[in-house]
Every structure is written in C-alpha cells, then in structure tokens.
C-alpha cells in the first residue's frame, strides 16, 4: 500500500503529465474532458491536502486550475491564454512537489504508546 505521500506524489506528477499533453496537442471531445477531469481532480485533492497542512496560499494557488479546468462548467479562452494558464498550473503542481507535502497523521497505536506527559498525582 502507497504511504500518503507516494500517493500525492503520484497525483501530481499525473496532473503534471496531463497539462504536458494538453499544452503540446489540442485535443477534441472527450480526449479533452478526460483532462480536465485528471487536472481538476488532482488540483482539488492538492487543495484538500493544503487545507489540513493550513497553507491557504496553495488553496488560493490551485483555485485557478480548479476553476479552468472544471469540466462541469467549462471556461472557452484563446489559445494564447490558454498557454499562459497551463504554463501556470504546470508551475504551481512543480511548486507543491516540491513545498507541499502530506503531513503525517497519528495513528491509533502511536497515540497510545507515546508516553505519559506531566507528572502523575
């Protein structure tokens, strides 16, 4: 089983290989839709794990790629800007490869084998 970092890791790096393909090629249809699925799924699993590390500046980061690639609502921009904001999606899931990462939570058995704190009456 994948530790949660691997598993970020890979989220990001699959993002990251996601917006590679959409920025070398234009791809019609459902090709297309599939990418917008990956990217904003992955941008808002991304969100989540800044949430609980409290790092609000990458909740405001991966906002953009959330709200451009979401395929419910889908944004139509030229293929200038379209450039710009993959150039800046790419940059910001480079940025939390790097800066964000999952912090470890307590398991059940660590929590009661951690020894006794303060001094007992």
Do not use: H
């Not at 959330?66 to 940025?95: D, Q």
């Amino acid at each position: 089983m994948y530790s949660k970092e691997m598993y970020s890791r890979i989220v990001k790096c699959t993002c990251l290989a996601a917006l590679a393909l959409e920025a070398a090629i234009t791809l019609p249809g459902i090709s297309e839709l599939l990418l917008q699925f990956i990217v904003c799924g992955g941008a808002l699993f991304v969100m989540m794990e800044a949430v609980r590390n409290r790092k609000y500046i990458w909740v405001a980061a991966f906002a953009v790629p959330v709200m451009y690639f979401n395929p419910v609502f889908p944004i139509e921009v030229s293929r200038g800007v379209t450039i710009a904001i993959l150039l800046l999606s790419a940059l910001v899931f480079l940025g939390s490869l790097r800066y964000l990462s999952p912090q470890p939570r307590m398991s059940l058995a660590t929590i009661t084998d951690l020894p006794a704190r303060g001094d007992s009456l």
